[in-house]
């Protein structure tokens, strides 16, 4: 990837932050659910398994955007 392809938007960069961000959440959720935990149990549990399927499901919809636009670029190409 070099900078035209950045510049001209011909590549995408927000995949490869949106995936850094899910591991952010991912990891916050893990530490913030084992956190609660000590406070209430139940709770924690919730938000530990409620804060990863939100921290995937978001960032899925947010992929499903830009693997959309690849498919309409190979589309557009052919």
């Not at 932050?17 to 084992?34: P, R």
């Not at 899925?60 to 830009?66: D, G, K, P, Q, R």
């Not at 959309?68 to 190409?77: K, P, V």
């Amino acid at each position: 990837m070099d900078i035209k392809d950045l510049l001209f938007f011909d590549k995408m960069v927000m995949p490869k932050v949106i995936t850094f961000i899910y591991w952010l959440a991912l990891i916050g959720c893990v530490i913030g659910g084992l956190v609660t935990m000590f406070q209430s149990f139940l709770t924690g549990l919730g938000v530990l398994i409620g804060g990863v399927i939100a921290a995937r499901l978001y960032s899925e919809l947010f992929m499903v955007m830009f693997k959309m636009n690849e498919a309409l670029q190979d589309i557009r190409n052919k």
